[in-house]
């Protein structure tokens, strides 16, 4: 616990007074100029949905702020305590990790209701960053045994990436489902902006206050405090259910929802119908690309920053980009997707893309890493993720949970596998050519995926605007 007098030090850090200000300045911009900025920022927004996607935002600042909290942490301490030769193979191992993980989910959807889960996942994840926390202080005999001296580096390393990495693809996931399942899509034109900016402000402050956390009482209690913060998720959201009324807390599909399914049923409705699995390409294919990028940028920065100093690195990382980013999600994301539509907006981020790419071949400087990945996030959170989440508005109740379950994490990291097995591929194919091989290489397979990646958010922007127009349900 800190004493006064810390708490009075940290309080006066010019980063957290810039994210206090800036929250408090655009609270009292909006207090004095409300009619204004609704209608510029977020369209015709009433006093309900106001309080809807206000609450809705503070559950959005405490996933996203508790997940960059430790996700900052991740590659640092599993350096530490496996080594910078494995963070590839960590890549592959999560994706079949992740497809327990999901499968385990989707049991949980057929046995308790949606506000129910939260509080489930929510707890599981807790106890899994207490116990972080405690073994990484107190080294566990049996995690040294004969049996773990088969696996590299110390098993708490792998346990912790693979953790981090899973609750990312599981409670967030699980947290923009229910947005969706419980939004019209009119009311998601106007307040999943909100939501989104305020998921940025979590960015921001989960590393922010974990940084300083970091340097002051160290890695194992900051889990503990991490595990506190991702209790209030379920708290959160039984707010919204007390306080936001049950109309306003429906969606377009809620209608003929009613029927039990199993657990596969987000693999059959995928196979059933080609939008979702257009949807699924565009909802991760970037991810393979990230991959590349991501894997390339913090292996340079590992050269470059060891131990407290690369963790520091990637959190002042983390930031900037946060910080980009909330001034964009604030001014531009629902402006730019109600100015260009759904199918440009598709097509605006893999265009983006494909000039970083093309800009690191010729610059591969890790400051030009560290910029060309602000932009690259900046984009991937502000702008593809809102429009993900609302071409799964038409859709039902199965779809957004189960299907996107499938897409967003068994997707998601089986895209980042192949983005380590490209890493791994080129740097084969790069053995013993010229010095920028492996770059040439990484680029050239990245723009192939990006061109294939451009052509289907054509077809899956077009079927968007057919099923709005027709009022049509994929289900």
């Known amino acids: 616990m800190m004493t006064p007098w810390e708490m009075l030090i940290f ?38 949905e106001m309080l809807k996607f206000g609450i809705l935002s503070v559950a959005s600042v405490i996933v996203l702020g508790s997940y960059w909290s430790v996700r900052v942490l991740k590659e ?26 999901v499968f385990i989910y989707n049991l949980l959807l057929n046995r308790v209701n949606r506000e129910q889960l939260f509080w489930v996942v929510s707890g599981a994840y807790a106890a899994m960053f207490v116990a972080i926390g405690y073994f990484y202080s107190h080294p566990f005999a049996p995690m040294t045994g004969p049996f773990f001296d088969l696996i590299p580096g110390r098993m708490l390393g792998w346990i912790i990436f693979n953790g981090i990495e899973s609750y990312g693809g599981i409670v967030v996931t699980m947290f923009f489902s229910y947005v969706t399942f419980t939004t019209t899509t009119a ?15 979590g960015q921001y402050a989960g590393p922010t206050i974990g940084d300083y956390f970091l340097s002051t009482i160290g890695f194992a209690n900051l889990f503990y405090g991490v595990a506190a913060v991702v209790m209030m998720i ?82 002042q990382y983390a930031k900037t980009g946060a910080v980009v980013a909330i001034v964009f999600s604030f001014a531009g994301t629902s402006f730019v997707i109600r100015k260009l539509g759904v199918r440009w907006c598709l097509l605006v981020f893999p265009a983006t893309v494909a000039l970083i790419i093309s ?27 809102p429009v993900k989440e609302m071409m799964f508005i038409p859709t039902s109740k199965d779809v957004k949970f189960k299907v996107k379950s499938v897409t967003d994490t068994i997707g998601g990291k089986g895209s980042k596998a192949i983005g380590a097995g490209v890493i791994s591929l080129s740097q084969t194919l790069a053995a013993g050519g010229a010095a920028g091989a492996f770059l040439l290489y990484t680029s050239m397979i990245s723009l192939g995926v990006v ?12 079927k968007y605007d057919k099923l709005i127009t027709s009022k049509e349900i994929i289900q």
């Open 11 to 48: 309080a006066t850090r010019a980063d957290v007074l810039l994210a206090a200000a800036f929250g408090i300045g655009i609270f009292l911009w909006l207090i004095g100029k409300l009619d204004a900025a609704k209608k510029v920022v977020w369209g015709d927004i009433n006093s309900e």
């Open 451 to 462: 061109g294939m990646w451009l052509m289907v958010a054509m077809w899956v922007g077009k």
């Open 76 to 101: 640092s301490l599993f350096f530490e305590l496996v080594g910078k030769n494995y963070y590839g193979p960590a890549k592959i191992i999560t994706f079949p990790i992740v497809i327990g993980l």
């Open 359 to 385: 800009y690191i071949k010729f610059n591969p400087i890790l400051n030009i890493f560290f910029f060309g990945m602000i932009i690259f996030k900046t984009l991937a959170y502000t702008l593809n993720s």
């Open 187 to 201: 009311a998601a034109k106007r307040g999943l902006g909100l939501i989104f900016f305020a998921a940025q402000i």
């Open 234 to 315: 379920p708290v959160t959201i039984a707010a919204y259910v007390a306080f936001v009324s049950e109309s306003m807390r429906t969606s377009d599909s809620q209608a003929g929802d009613k029927k039990k399914t199993g657990v596969f049923e987000g693999l059959r409705l995928l196979a059933q119908h080609p939008y979702l699995v257009g949807l699924a390409v565009v909802s991760t294919v970037y991810e393979i690309v990230a991959v590349v990028l991501d894997m390339q940028f913090k292996l340079m920065a590992g050269t470059t920053y060891n131990g407290v100093d690369l963790a520091s690195y990637l959190s």
